[in-house]
């Protein structure tokens, strides 16, 4: 057989085998499902933990550097 009429028959096996098989993976989940899912997840409840106290403590950190450099503070209400 040529090399060209192997590479036919393969592609041709590939789309009857190995293609189907794709339509059985698992569908998509919904929005909903994903948002409860990353909820759910380690990472996001540890990055909650922290970003709840972190920001203010961020922000004061912040500020005295920016006063303690000379710079100008910026009004964050006003960005808001």
Do not use: H, N
């Amino acid at each position: 057989m040529s090399c060209k009429l192997q590479r036919i028959a393969l592609a041709i096996l590939f789309a009857l085998f190995i293609l189907p098989l794709t339509s059985c993976a698992k569908k998509a989940q919904t929005e909903e499902a994903q948002l409860a899912d990353l909820r759910d997840g380690f990472i996001y409840k540890r990055y909650r933990d922290l970003s709840g106290p972190g920001v203010p403590l961020a922000m004061k950190a912040f500020v005295a550097g920016m006063k303690q450099a000379g710079q100008p503070v910026p009004d964050f209400a006003a960005a808001g």
